[in-house]
């Protein structure tokens, strides 16, 4: 563990900004925000391509979160890289802030707003064609939901980026099985997602989104195979680090309550946040 020793801890940071964050005006989603803590470390450390001085270099690979709702996770690890200071996460859901409950590409470091989901993969493979169309090297990183996988766009996109070869393109998915309804075997079951995915041309991957070493070896392996997009089941647990929210549907529209704060953020290692 001793190696993955920045990674555990800016997931910390993330969980813990997470918590206050969604805390600050009793807002919602932090369940979606803990279980893809631990890939947003190595996503923005070794694997994308980027510079938080100049966002919008154009050889920057680019990151969409389709899953807008868990914006905070992503704000967090921005402001940390050094998009923009950290004291802006404190405005998060409030009035005159600079962050709206769901992501926003007026924020330094976001590619695309989303927030209803099977935005964020349609969007993506139009990027991926583009670079193609311009032999840019650049590639396309989308981190998916549950609910996203249930959208008929994100079906259209997975067709047309496989028929297109569109090897510059990654699609992650926080597969925490749990979305704003319910369980997802109860809503859509998704399985055999890989099986589905692979059916349509994609290079397929599954691994546990909460171990540093699969996260890495796995994304800095990606293309997986030539001509084909790739695509990462993460095996997550909803509200993960919070024992009382893990695996819960309940966790998914929830913010901690004031009076539970200081426990929390011992029970994920922070000592404030
Ligand atoms: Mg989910």
Redo the contacts with the bound molecule.
């Keep these: 563990m001793e190696k993955y020793r920045e990674y555990k801890e800016l997931a910390q940071k993330i969980r813990a900004d997470a918590v206050m964050m969604t805390n600050l005006r009793h807002s919602g989603h932090v369940g979606?925000s803990l279980?893809m803590a631990d890939l947003l470390p190595v996503i923005y450390g070794p694997v994308l391509r980027f510079d938080a001085k100049n966002p919008d270099w154009p050889g920057r690979d680019r990151f969409l979160l389709s899953k807008g709702h868990a914006a905070a996770a992503l704000y967090s690890v921005l402001a940390e890289k050094g998009f923009f200071p950290q004291e802006w996460l404190k405005t998060y859901y409030c009035d005159d802030g600079r962050f709206s409950g769901h992501i926003s590409h007026h924020v330094p470091g976001v590619e695309f707003s989303t927030g209803s989901l099977g935005h964020g993969l349609p969007v993506a493979v139009g990027m991926a064609l583009a670079a193609k169309q311009q032999n840019k090297t650049h590639r396309i990183f989308v981190l998916v939901?549950?609910?996203d996988c249930n959208e008929g766009s994100t079906w259209e996109a997975v067709m047309f980026a496989g028929q297109h070869k569109f090897d510059n393109l990654i699609v992650i998915v926080?597969?925490?099985?749990?979305?704003a309804l319910g369980k997802?075997k109860d809503v859509i079951d998704m399985e055999p997602l890989a099986q589905k995915i692979e059916d349509f041309g994609w290079a397929v991957r599954e691994i546990n989104g909460h171990d540093f070493g699969e996260i890495e070896s796995t994304l800095l392996d990606i293309p997986f195979a030539k001509g084909r997009p790739s695509f990462v089941i993460a095996r997550t647990v909803?509200g993960k680090g919070i024992a009382s929210m893990e695996n819960t549907v309940g966790s998914h529209y929830a913010c901690v309550p004031d009076d539970e704060l200081a426990a929390v953020y011992r029970e994920l290692g922070a000592t404030d946040a």
Excluded at 174 to 179: A, G
């Design positions: 979606s279980s939901s549950d609910g926080d597969y925490n099985r749990v979305q997802s909803k």
